[in-house]
């Protein structure tokens, strides 16, 4: 295959700089380092697999992309929207034109980091609480974004499943019932997801709840607790459900200790949308649809929401050298090279976040 021809690498010193409130938001108008990254300028042989990448599933998440770009990146929309129909070579040389790589690294100069992956669960529910469904999920108490704003943290999950004042402030918001815990939990750690919600008459309605807060607690891997215990050697999900399985009616006891070494909960809001979108993504921190395979989870202080990248990792269940989009975070996600990958909608994409777990290195393509 002929190389790529290099573009022309702009020192750093040569970008204006951007102020510390602009650091790690769409439309920043530098690539100098931000609060936790570092970007060194290379060249587009440098990225690999860059001529094999087939673009017309990412050209539709740039598409999404364009929705909300900020300021600098949305200059690039209208020859985004132009190259709709174009071929992926066309596509290629104008990325090459008007996009400058930049190899992504910590403050220390490290390259290397971890990719991990999420994904939204499709679950059954029911409107009212009834027998089989018992497991709330709710809709924020009042005065959470003010303790948000005091960097105060709310009950913890334990106190909501437990303690009288958190489970009466939590009364009557709702938003649906599940049958099982450990439902609720992975919905908790994914964000958000889909539900197929029973009504009191039987009718039947698929909702997406999308994030809408949290009660600012640390986020506790149950993973991490169950190996610190010597109760599982494979913290994957699927080996996280397995031990569940094994152990939910010999011991539910330790499984509910399980389930609250977690004192992250997250509350939920029903997402409308028209049915032209019905079937697209859930909304991500950047607040547009999510593309399967094209969009990931940053930690915002290190690549600014909206910024396109080329993600290249191997592993035993992914091989990847492909563009992305950096379209939501996530409160595990920190640090320059971390991403999380948006695997999809339901049990496959499941089934595949939940054993992805392997080596990262990322490159920011950003406006010339």
């Known amino acids: ?10 020192p750093l010193a040569e970008a204006p700089r951007a102020s510390g409130a602009l650091a790690g938001q769409p439309g920043t108008p530098s690539p100098q380092q ?12 440098d990225l690999p697999g860059w001529q094999d990448d087939s673009l017309h599933d ?41 996009l400058q790589p930049f190899r992504v690294e910590a403050l220390d100069g490290t390259a290397d980091g971890l990719l991990t992956s999420y994904y939204e669960p499709m679950l059954e529910a029911s409107a009212q609480r009834r027998a089989g469904f018992e497991v709330p999920l709710y809709a924020p108490p009042d005065g959470l974004a003010e303790l948000r704003r005091t960097g105060r943290a709310w009950f913890t999950r334990q106190e909501i499943d437990t303690y009288g004042p958190a489970q ?40 997406r709840l999308a994030f809408a807060g949290s ?39 330790l499984v509910q200790e399980m389930l609250w070494s977690n004192p992250r909960y997250v509350f939920f809001r029903p997402e ?21 395979g094209r969009s990931i989870a940053v ?53 595949l976040a939940g054993r992805v777990k392997q080596n990262l290195r990322l490159w920011v393509l950003w406006p010339r």
């Open 58 to 98: 990412a050209w539709n998440a740039w598409l999404q992309n364009c929705e909300r770009p900020g300021p600098l990146l949305g200059l690039l929309c209208p020859d985004v929207r132009q190259l709709v129909l174009a071929s992926d070579d066309d596509r290629r040389l104008w990325m090459m034109a008007h």
């Open 34 to 45: 931000s609060f936790r990254s570092r970007w060194t300028p290379v060249s587009w042989n």
């Open 1 to 10: 295959m002929p190389s790529v021809p290099a573009a022309p690498v702009r």
């Open 272 to 292: 409308q949308r028209a049915a032209v979108d019905a079937d697209l993504g859930p909304r991500g921190a950047q607040g547009v649809p999510l593309t399967a």
């Open 168 to 207: 009466e402030a939590l009364r009557g918001r709702e938003v649906a019932w599940l049958a099982d815990p450990i439902d609720a939990l992975v919905l908790h750690i994914q964000g958000s997801g889909r539900v197929r919600i029973t009504d009191a008459q039987g009718q039947v309605s698929l909702v």
């Open 215 to 253: 009660n600012e607690q640390p986020y506790q891997s149950v993973g991490r607790w169950l190996l610190d215990r010597g109760l599982i050697r494979d913290a994957s999900w699927p080996g996280i459900k397995a031990w569940i399985s094994s152990t939910q009616i010999s011991n539910p006891r």
């Open 299 to 351: 930690d915002k202080d290190s690549v600014p929401y909206a910024t396109p990248l080329w993600l290249a990792s191997s592993g035993p269940t992914l091989q990847l050298q492909r563009l992305v989009f950096a379209q939501d975070t996530g409160s595990a996600i920190v640090g320059a090279v971390r991403a999380d990958y948006f695997a999809g909608t339901g049990v496959q994409a499941g089934e």
